[in-house]
């Protein structure tokens, strides 16, 4: 079993909707949870990360997480054509390394 | 200020040949790790250099691959011989220190393409 688990789409909405990326993981242990976003041809950068459970927004995108369920989401509002990337879930193991899901592919159709 | 730059983007090899991907940190930055992503997959941590020493290398997959950073600058990862399994991006990221990880202060470059024929 995977220690993280994303679908990886692809997921294609039209501009303005609100998209919905999820993952769940498997290690209760994890504390820290990271949403990267990847461009084509480009290194992941981070977009937002949480501390435990609860939500934590940032202008068009809100990252929660449910520690008893297992699962952390990220809620892209008023989406706009420049959000078309990858979207990956990464957890903090230990303090240092990250346990990546395999992403999910947006595109955001004007 | 320059990010973490990573050469060559793309290599196209024959299988049981030998390549060198290079990666180049950000100044001032002692944390360096090497990432890979095969076709796929999710992106699987490989190992973590602090300065020139390695703090963690246990995503390693083998012996056919040795990580370097002389000098604590720039670091080396090289795979010989080559298999087709070794085909993917490798992603290079530094850090100031160990714990920029937990606040987001890890950067990630553009990574090396692999192509192992």
């Known amino acids: 079993q995977k220690e993280v688990e994303q679908d990886p789409g692809p997921l294609s909405v039209p501009e303005g909707a609100i998209v919905s990326l999820n993952c769940t993981y498997s290690?209760?242990?994890?504390?820290?949870f990271m949403w990267y976003r990847q461009y084509s041809r480009k290194g992941p950068e981070l977009l937002m990360y949480?501390?435990?459970?609860g939500n934590k927004e940032d202008g068009r995108f809100t990252a929660q997480v449910d520690k008893s369920s297992k699962y952390i989401s990220l809620f892209i509002r008023d989406s706009q054509p420049s959000d078309s990337a990858t979207y990956l879930c990464?957890?903090?193991?230990?303090?240092?390394?990250?346990?990546f899901g395999q992403g999910t592919r947006l595109t955001i159709n004007p | 200020e320059a990010g973490v730059t990573q050469f060559p983007s793309h290599s196209v090899i024959e299988k049981g040949q030998t390549v060198t991907l290079r990666c180049d940190p950000i100044?001032?930055?002692?944390?360096l790790y090497w990432y890979r992503r095969v076709m796929g997959k999710e992106i699987k941590f490989l190992l973590h250099?602090?300065?020139?020493?390695?703090?963690?290398e246990s995503g390693m997959p083998n012996n056919r691959f040795l990580a370097e950073r002389t000098g604590g600058t720039y670091s080396t990862l090289k795979v010989q011989p080559a298999e087709l399994e070794d085909s993917g991006v490798y992603f290079c990221?530094?850090?100031?220190?160990?714990?920029?990880?937990?606040?987001?202060?890890?950067?990630f470059g553009e990574g090396s393409r692999l192509t192992v024929l």
């Open positions: 990221a530094s850090s100031p220190r160990a714990d920029s990880t937990l606040t987001g202060e890890l950067f």
């Open positions: 290690n209760s242990a994890f504390q820290y």
């Open positions: 949480t501390y435990s459970s």
């Open positions: 990464a957890l903090i193991q230990g303090a240092q390394k990250l346990v």
């Open positions: 100044s001032g930055h002692d944390n």
């Open positions: 250099f602090v300065k020139e020493s390695k703090q963690d």
